[in-house]
């Protein structure tokens, strides 16, 4: 804990919001956590055999007692609570909980909730306060709501594999579940909308979103120009990095190191670096002669060390960066200052080491220490509080 | 507009939120366009000579009247208020605006805002209930708070360029400006649930946002691995898509086209496509001999084309998908039928076409047909309206 934390006078934004989490992987979690870190409680409600399917999903074969770190990381601070779902007894219990929560988010397969009993029309009646939070892949009606909704495959269908890479690459996808992920972030910016518009109405609402709608949002500013113009931006064939920005955008390698140089005006470059050649290129080509002009650019670099162009850049001005592993920046003070990591205390007495909320409010960070529960490790207490009839375990 | 939308009757979650955008370019002005489109009234606040920066910066060379095509696609749904904020007269001006706000956001270099008599302790004198939202490169102190907070010098710093592109590629940035992107949409995050807890007690609160701590939580599973092993995960040398996950994960070129594969087990992969060598590996061997396996599988698929693997594939319900560009997309009914396009009317007769909000609430997708404002459109009408005195224009 900080010491802006550390008396425990914060008093979180959420607090006091029920979220019901029937959700697996990683979209409806990740948003179940960032509510989590708001202030709100979160109980996973999880299948009594297996869980949420993440809890058995390994990533580079990392675990952390029987489940997968991954879902130690997704799902820290939150409750478990399990049921079966198909035992009608069970169920009931379940509609009594959502009697007394605040929100529901799920991320089963459309139309699988209403099967079950548990969908918006259906729960609407039990609680006409819930904010009910669906995830789809690609929404819940149309020709492709059947379509597996996984990230890579949602990604290859949005065109954002021509984003990244370079022109004469492959189609390269984002390396990090950014569907899942921007997803998840959009369905917080929903329900916290909603139980804003439900404090103030009474009334609860349905709020959808899909991962195809999410990737399309994060392309606003790409799509906008194809819409216009009818062309389809391309990747530049010199270390690209936003095909829709002129020269010198990107990634240039030294001699040793790389280094990053955005937005810099040619001629100012130009003044700094002495690239031959380069003075017969003017700020009105930048687009129009894009690769030109960073090959020079690129070739001229690798004559020195990152660190000699970096001095020299920055003497300027100019907007230029080193390129940072993670060894690297963690090892520096800038980073330590922003105390971005926090430690999680498992129930099997081992710690790990996981990364915080970013959002500071107040200049509280928004820590938490609680890790991912096992399975089903609420389900009794909550019995209890609750005063679930019917369900005796 | 859609049918559900045409009656007027849908009354938006955040109608009655008077947000003061003091922004520019893309973090700020994209938290501020969700706001809007949330149903928050956004009032951007310029500066007289160029307003936002963002109004001259231009994408591939695209104009909409005299604004960068990128400006209209951000501030669509906004009012422009001019004020030079280093007039007394036109500061006092903002102070009163500022009363009757709920909130403000900027993304002002650390330390702008104060030396205006900005800073959160001024403002939170003259309105307590404010919720003052601030968005920085690298924080407002420490040893990066002066660092250039530009997009991709941040992903520089963060590690996040060796998650994509394979292994042997030079560190490759996400094509798209992923750091502006997450910070806006953190920061909405943010600034609703500030609301929630203002409205509850009756107190304003600093929010505050950094574009590297947006892109360290993005990595936050990686980098949560990385803590715990202390070893940087690896790219894959063979079609990486995610440098996490075991074989086959990533896209793969065949005779003509290209398939993303996502998580299927060896065994039905050999037992549809039938790869010669595959049957030597078995599923615990898909991160220990990620790479071979996988060259062995992108060997075999370039024998046909995607359209053969894809049906094979399906069949078996293993979760596979074609590429599409934006073309591609946008001919399919699938596409069409999730209404993602909305039409803009600007002030000089023109409509451009552009994305929409993702998140539907109760069906109603969140539609605005309002242009971007022209530089200090809305300045004398926000005058009269909140009975700002002393400033006759």
Redesign the interface.
Known sequence: MTENNKKGTY????KGVVVLEFCQY?SGPSAGL?LAD??ARVIKIENPNKGDLCRIL?????W?GGDS??F???NRNKESYTANLKSQEELDGIKNLIKKADVLIHNFRPGVMAKLGLGFDEVNKINPRLVFAEISG??N????AK??G????V?????L?????DKD??????????GD??CG??????I??????R?R?GKG??????L???L??????????????G???S?SAV???????GAP???Y?CLEG??????VPIENLQETIACPGLDNYTQEMV?THRDEIKALIADHLKSRKADYWLTLLREKGL?????????R?RA????Q??Q??QDVNLDNGRT????R???????NRLLSSKSAPLLGKDTDRIKVEFKLKNLQS
Chains 1, 2 share one sequence.
């Open positions: 008093n979180p934004p959420l990683l960032r708001l202030g390994p990533i580079k074969n990392q952390v770190l991954l130690h990381t997704i690609y929404g009606s149309g020709p492709w379509k597996p996984q990230d890579l495959l990604q290859a269908m949005t065109g594999m021509y984003a990244s890479g690459n492959a189609p390269t996808p984002f390396g990090l579940a950014i992920i921007l972030l959009q369905m917080v910016q929903g916290i909308a909603a139980l804003i518009y404090n109405s609402v349905k709020i959808e979103l899909s195809f709608e999410s399309l949002d994060f392309q606003f500013e790409s799509l906008t120009t194809f819409f216009v113009s062309k389809k931006p990747r270390n690209n990095a936003h095909p829709l920005l955008y990107g990634i390698e790389h280094i990053a140089i955005a937005m687009f907007w230029v960066m080193d390129l940072k592993d993670w060894k920046m520096e003070e800038g980073y200052k922003m971005l990591e790990i080491t996981t990364t909320c970013p959002i500071l409010i107040d200049k």
